[in-house]
């Protein structure tokens, strides 16, 4: 089984609805992160936690919400889909020990698709 | 906010062949990573450097940090169909937990 568990794997939905995008993972890390990936701009962060309860904007959070209720759940909302938030959503954790906080573990990507 | 330019941003080579592609940017990092991602797939860490001048191997892939610590460059050498990826950088700076990524170099591997 998968360490980081992305649902849905695709999803298309309509310009105004309210969509949610989770993320589970087994791997016991502390901190997870939303990134988002369009082609030739690379990955962009979205949101990111360092514990349970702990929110952080990103580069990009405008449009975005998170929810973290457990360490290991990490859900990606957006309350009004646009189309330019067609992308794939990555999830990712890593430990919080230094030397060990910037290697990430990603989940196997969202496609989301705003028509 | 940070910028990291790499290149090539894609690449088509014969199997057999070595590659070489950089990474630059404005600013300095403390930390450079690299990770591929396989098509369908998310991002997976190939190589962590720690220091300006480091010059580290993973199999086939060797990465090194720029001594002016604003670069990073990854060769594999003896490219195989499966090395077929998106190649990114990514560079870290002070203390904070947020990786600033690259925009990608894409790798096609012909047989």
């Known amino acids: 089984d998968a360490d980081v568990t992305q649902t849905p794997r695709n999803r298309i939905t309509k310009t105004g609805k309210r969509i949610m995008l989770e993320c589970s993972q087994t791997?016991?890390?502390?901190?997870m992160y939303w990134y988002r990936q369009d082609p030739g701009l690379g990955l962009r962060l979205i949101y990111y936690s360092f514990d349970v309860k702990d929110i952080n904007k990103g580069e990009i959070s405008d449009g975005y919400s998170v929810s973290r209720q457990a360490q290991a759940k990490f859900s990606l909302s957006l309350e009004s889909a646009i189309p330019n938030q067609t992308a794939l959503y990555f999830c990712?954790?890593?430990?919080?020990?230094?030397?060990?906080?910037?290697?990430?573990?990603f989940g196997s990507g969202t496609q989301l698709s705003v028509l | 906010g940070q910028q990291l330019n790499q290149s090539p941003q894609s690449m088509f080579i014969q199997e057999g062949e070595d590659v070489s592609m950089n990474c630059t940017s404005s600013s300095i990092f403390n930390t450079w990573l690299w990770y591929k991602q396989d098509p369908g797939e998310g991002p997976v860490l190939l190589i962590a450097?720690?220091?300006?001048?480091e010059l580290t191997s993973n199999g086939r892939l060797t990465a090194q940090f720029g001594i002016t610590r604003k670069d990073s460059f990854l060769n594999i050498s003896a490219s195989i169909p499966s090395d077929v990826g998106i190649y990114f950088c990514?560079?870290?700076?002070?203390?904070?937990?947020?990786?600033?990524f690259g925009t990608g170099t894409r790798l096609q591997v012909t047989l």
């Open positions: 450097l720690y220091k300006a001048g």
């Open positions: 791997k016991g890390h502390d901190r």
């Open positions: 990514a560079g870290l700076t002070g203390t904070a937990s947020k990786l600033t």
């Open positions: 990712a954790t890593s430990e919080g020990r230094v030397g060990y906080n910037e290697k990430l573990f």
